[in-house]
T-cell receptor, first 112, second 113 residues
């Protein structure tokens, strides 16, 4: 089982749609969770951190369920500019270790 | 300082040659990371520096790979005797000690012919 698994893409949605991405992780000792966004041929950039209480940033809502080892990202009112690959990322740190593990990413295309 | 920079941006080499990539992190960031990304995959961790100390290496980092950060500022990643399977995007990232966010550079795209 892969450490971080995401919905296989691509997701093709019309402008204005709501889209949800799911992610599961295998290491129950993971401490922090993130969604990164990666545009085509560009570097990944942090979209938002994910907290157990859930957090929202404008049209984006992230949720974490530690018991189920599940992370989600909801995008409301999709814009053309949301088209990108969304990477689910899990942090595990310990003595001398600080490692981010990335999922394969889910590609989103928002269509006019 | 506008962010993490990497050089070169593209490198084409023949199998068996050695290549070296450079990463300049954001100046206040003492943590530096190297990742490899192939098409359709997320970035895969290679190695991690805290200042000049290399604290962690992935099993992906075979003995043909070596990374250094001699003065705790810029870092180099060298691949010796390149193989076609080394073709990938090599990404560098840095972070401030108290923050979790890693800032990525634009990457070096390596093509081994």
């Amino acid at each position: 089982r892969k450490e971080v698994e995401q919905d296989p893409g691509p997701f093709n949605v019309p402008e204005g749609a709501t889209v949800a991405f799911n992610c599961t992780y295998s290491n129950s000792a993971s401490q922090s969770f993130f969604w990164y966004r990666q545009d085509c041929r560009k570097e990944p950039k942090l979209l938002m951190s994910v907290y157990s209480s859930g957090n929202e940033d404008g049209r984006f809502t992230a949720q974490l369920n530690r018991a189920s080892q599940y992370i989600s990202l909801l995008i409301r009112d999709s814009k053309l500019s949301d088209s990108a690959t969304y990477l689910c990322v899990v942090l595990h740190s310990g003595a001398g270790s600080y490692q981010l593990t990335f999922g394969k990413g889910t590609k989103l295309s928002v269509i006019p | 300082d506008t962010g993490v920079s990497q050089n070169p941006r593209h490198k084409i080499t023949k199998r068996g040659q050695n290549v070296t990539f450079r990463c300049d992190p954001i100046s206040e960031h003492n943590r530096l990371y190297w990742y490899r990304q192939t098409l359709g995959q997320g970035p895969e961790f290679l190695t991690y520096f805290q200042n000049e100390a290399q604290l962690e290496k992935s099993r992906l980092l075979s003995d043909r790979f070596s990374a250094e950060r001699p003065k705790g500022s810029f870092s180099t990643l060298e691949i010796q005797r390149t193989e076609q399977g080394d073709s990938a995007m090599y990404l560098c990232a840095s972070r401030f000690p108290r923050d979790d966010e890693q800032f990525f550079g634009p990457g070096t795209r390596l093509t081994v012919l």
